[in-house]
Every structure is written in C-alpha cells, then in structure tokens.
C-alpha cells in the first residue's frame, strides 16, 4: 500500500481507503462486513471513512466492532455529520447543538475516543458559517477529532470555511467529493481551490457507483446481486446507466487488459493519477473485491492510456462544476 499527505498535513493516509455507505448495517450480514475490513487491514489501508447517517447510524456501530481490538494508532478513522439521525429539527444539519450532539454519538457507536478526521457531509444554508466552524473547533481542542473536513462543497464555501478555519487556528485539511472517469465536476473550480486552501482530496465513487466495473451490459438487467438491482442503490445510478455511457465503458475492457489491469483497479488507478487526490474511497460486500480493487495502489497509468480513456468517454463525462450542490434547506 502507498500513502500520501492527506492536503497540506502531516496526516499520511492510505492511497486506498475503505468505505461503509450502502454496504456495513444495510446490503451485507455483519460477519461478511467484519470480513471486508479484516481483509482491508490486511492489505495494508489503515483509513477507514463512515457517516452517522450510513444505514441509520448503524454503519458506525459495525464499523466500530470490527476494528474493536486493533491498535488505535494504527489506522485513521473518518467520520461525517449532517444529514438526519432521528426524527427532530435539531437531528440535522451543522448547527452547534447537531454537531457537538453527533460528535459524541460517532464516538459512541465508533467506540473510540477520538476520530482522526470530522467531516461535515454537505453545507448547511441555514446556519451561520461562524457557528459551524466554531463548534468544529471546539471538537478539535478538546481531542474529539484531530483534523477537520468537509463533503460536497463548491469552492466558493471551501474558500469561505478555510479563511474561518485559519482564523479559529484549526487545521480544515479534506474536502470529500464525488470523483471518477466519468464525473469530473470538481476538476476546474473545487480543486484549484482546494489545491490553495492545502486541502486534499477524499473522493468517493471512484468507479462511478460500480458502472466502472464492467458489470453492467448495454440493454441488458443489471445481475441480480449488484448494487443497480437494488432498489436503494440503483436511485443513485440513474446517471451513469444508459446504454450510451455503458456502450462507452464496455470499450474501456480492451484498454484495462492491455494495461494488466481489471476495470475496477483501471478506474481505481485512475483518480490516483490527479495529485490533488490523497485517497480513493472503495466499497465491499465481499473480501475478494477488497484484494482486488488494493492492487491499484502504486499504479502508473501513461500518457497514451489517459488519451485514449479520454476519447473514448469524453461526451458522456459530466464536467459542470454546477453539479456540486448542497440542499438549500436542511432535509
């Protein structure tokens, strides 16, 4: 496993780290998500992202039990707040109440002391920036959370968070986007911004909600046990699965056998080609997709490769910086 700085820090975390949305405490039986991070550790990540919000708060409790028994300095544990835990106005959203509330039920269910990094999952329009950014501060001097990020923020809201940061004198190091061959939105404002601001880059979906893999065939119904077939999954695809973009990635196949590659290490390796990005967020239900999706860590792709990736995808990639967007009122 590789590593890189995570922004302008000196926390160093793994190329690849491993993700619990839509798998830990919903889509998998515990014992195969236990299995899933046994096998993460054993490949070498030691960051390991959630969100309270994740299967209902449930993804944290399973996650917490699985790395129950490891030594806690020896991987980075991230964690999100702001969408809704329970059923009040005050369960949501980045007001000071929310956030020291969710810090401590993180930790809780997390059964730690501390998590390494606190992100906040969107921005919140209906509370000051202030107030955000002071109880995010707060956390962080009393060693609730080492570091401070955030989730799909435009740069405008980056550059706005960043100045209050260095101004309460806490380290804001992350921003946490969407990220892939096929949905590049954050490549001409998020990241030049962040790239100033010494933020580094979390991304998520890295092979496109797994239409990257191959998988799913142009005209044909998604297998029966992949994420599309699954009424929750499948309503955060409906980007990606037309025949155009499927007929378009099943042209990538040539290319990842050609490189030595699978099509999810391909489109793995691939976000790790963008300096800006410190870590690549995969998913699993099973072990093997762990060992497999590792093996793109230290992955150089050339020039060429990146050319004809490019050509073959440029008019279904989505670049519209627009497409970073937050609710303009808390859910």
């Known amino acids: 496993m590789n590593f890189r700085f995570l922004g302008r820090s000196g926390l160093k975390v793994s190329e690849i780290s491993f993700g619990n949305w839509l798998t830990h405490g919903s889509q998998v039986e515990e014992d195969a998500a236990v ?66 509330e969710s810090i401590h039920g993180s930790l809780r269910r997390l059964q730690t002391d501390y998590v390494d990094l606190y992100q906040a999952h969107r921005f919140d329009a209906e509370t000051p920036l202030e107030e955000t950014m002071l109880a995010f501060a707060d956390i962080v001097r009393q060693g609730k959370a080492l570091y401070i990020g955030v989730s799909e923020w435009t740069a405008e809201q980056i550059s706005a968070g960043a100045k209050l940061a260095r101004e309460l004198r806490v380290p804001f190091i992350s921003n946490q986007p969407q990220y892939s061959m096929l949905w590049r939105v954050i490549e001409s404002k998020v990241i030049p911004t962040s790239d100033a601001e010494g933020l580094g880059q979390i991304v998520w979906s890295p092979m496109a909600k797994g239409v990257l893999s191959g998988k799913y065939l142009p005209g044909k119904p998604p297998p029966a046990d992949t994420r599309a077939a699954n009424q929750q999954g499948a309503s955060f695809m409906t980007n990606f699965m037309t025949d155009d973009v499927l007929t378009r990635v099943q042209q990538l196949k040539p290319l990842a056998q050609e490189a030595g590659l699978s099509m999810a290490q391909l489109s793995i390796a691939w976000v790790l080609q963008n300096k800006s990005v410190s870590s690549a967020i995969i998913g699993a239900t099973r072990p093997e997709q762990v060992l497999d999706n590792v093996k793109a860590t230290g992955v150089k792709l050339d020039a060429e490769l990146l050319r004809r990736i490019d050509s073959i995808l440029g008019p279904v990639v989505e670049r519209d910086p627009a497409q970073t967007t937050s609710p303009s009122r808390r859910p």
């Open 35 to 100: 299995a899933c991070v046994k096998a993460a550790l054993d490949t070498g990540i030691t960051t390991f992202d959630t969100a309270d919000v994740y299967a209902g708060t449930k993804a944290e409790a399973v996650l917490g039990r699985a790395l129950k028994g490891q030594r806690r300095e020896g991987y980075e544990l991230f964690t999100k707040v702001y969408w809704p835990t329970g059923p009040g106005q005050n369960d949501r959203g980045l007001s000071r109440k929310h956030i020291i």
